[in-house]
């Protein structure tokens, strides 16, 4: 099961988050490059200091523990969210600050 979610990952290209088990660690932000037998072939960036390490990492299947992926996100700043006025009434996001002052 593990295996082929991992190489529907793969073939998406989406960024995921993978836990070793084995080194007790995460990697963040990576993409699944390949999948060849047991071995997932692994690519992400670290931020290092002053610079930026790229790494391309082989690891077994049996030693990856979980596999996370962001599915959304939203800004927590003050931003107005777009809306389009195809967008029906019932849809619509309301401002909540107009609704508590009806002035």
């Not at 959304?72 to 003050?78: F, Q």
């Not at 909540?96 to 002052?101: E, K, P």
Request: hydrophobic share 30%; proline share 3%; net charge negative.
């Amino acid at each position: 099961m593990l295996h082929r979610k991992i190489y529907q990952l793969c073939c998406d290209g989406r960024e995921v988050c993978v836990f070793l088990r084995d080194q007790q660690r995460w990697i963040e932000r990576a993409r699944i490059i390949d999948i060849e037998g047991d071995l997932v072939t692994l690519r992400y960036e670290t931020d290092e200091e002053d610079e930026v390490c790229s790494w391309e990492e082989m690891v077994r299947l049996e030693s990856i523990g979980s596999v996370t992926q962001k599915l959304a996100s939203v800004s927590r700043s003050n931003v107005e969210p777009l809306m389009t006025e195809d967008c029906p009434e019932s849809e619509r996001i309301r401002n909540r600050f107009t609704d508590l002052n009806p002035d």
